[in-house]
């Protein structure tokens, strides 16, 4: 097969495996498009679990993910931190991830600069949330992970952080900084790690409220997959609408080749 160099930027849940089952075929999808000479990147709204877990489990199902590949919200969280200065988190985060910001966490008498707002499934409690309100009154920086309204597993959909994002907002008046998809900052900080711009890349994925908006928005080459929550978004897929359509991912590298695109 001829090279193509095209930057995929590549959806996790709901593309790669969905309510916890590895998509047929996404292994040698992930192969064929190194193959054809792809740039990868995987990007996921995940923010119940640190990249390591994330990057382990992708490996116990065959798909290759390399250092440097993965882009989570937590992943742009940490930069988003480093680079304010001084601060003093509250993370309302799962218990797994709270590590992972305990270097921004500062004495209890310091002020709190900025609310974490992710996956908090075994932390969140009334007090946690008043808690994140009341320094979001008193000036602290709501920062949403993502704003997900659901997600699937093999039991079925479960609530999503936009949720507790969206009560925090509503409660405080204070508007969050979005660091997931579908933020076009989120996007940047992806495709310029493969050294290309939002609008050269393509991004495939099942949400068409994250994944296809966010490539639209940005002039991205968007392919929407069968998969995941696509049977669920007819209505939101009626005025979002992707450049391709297929089946699942393990017809995409056929469709980066048939295209002659060069990234």
């Known amino acids: 097969m001829a090279t193509s160099g095209a930057t995929i930027l590549c959806d996790l849940d709901g593309t790669i495996y969905s309510s916890g089952v590895t998509v047929a075929g996404a292994g040698e999808a992930i192969r064929e498009l190194r193959e054809l000479g792809c740039v990868i990147r995987f990007l996921t709204n995940t923010d119940s679990r640190p990249e390591e877990l994330i990057v382990s489990d992708l490996h116990a199902r065959g798909i290759d993910v390399r250092p440097g590949e993965l882009f989570t919200p937590v992943t742009a969280a940490r930069r988003y931190l480093a680079a304010a200065g001084p601060v003093n988190v509250l993370p309302v985060v799962s218990s797994v991830l709270l590590e992972s910001f305990a270097p921004y966490v500062g004495r209890d008498s310091d002020p709190i600069t900025h609310v974490i707002a992710g996956d908090a499934r075994d932390t969140l409690s009334y007090p946690l949330l008043d808690a994140a309100f009341r320094a979001l009154r008193a000036g602290a920086q709501l920062i949403a992970l993502q704003r997900g309204r659901y997600f699937k597993r093999a039991d079925g959909d479960h609530i999503d952080t936009g949720a507790i994002v969206a009560a925090l907002e509503y409660s405080s008046g204070s508007p969050a900084v979005l660091l997931g998809k579908p933020s076009q900052d989120f996007l940047r900080l992806a495709a310029e790690s493969a050294g290309a711009e939002p609008h050269e890349v393509w991004i495939a994925g099942d949400d068409a409220t994250t994944d296809i908006a966010m490539g639209n928005a940005a002039g991205a080459t968007t392919v929407?997959?069968?998969?995941?929550?696509?049977?669920?978004?007819?209505?939101?897929?009626?005025?979002?609408?992707?450049?391709?359509?297929?089946?699942?991912?393990?017809?995409?590298?056929?469709?980066?080749?048939?295209?002659?695109?060069?990234?």
């Not at 089946?247 to 060069?262: E, K, N, Q, T, Y």
Request: glycine share 4%; proline share 5%.
């Open 224 to 263: 929407q997959v069968r998969t995941g929550k696509y049977p669920d978004q007819a209505v939101e897929r009626a005025t979002i609408r992707a450049v391709h359509e297929i089946d699942s991912i393990a017809s995409l590298p056929a469709l980066v080749a048939a295209s002659g695109f060069r990234a």
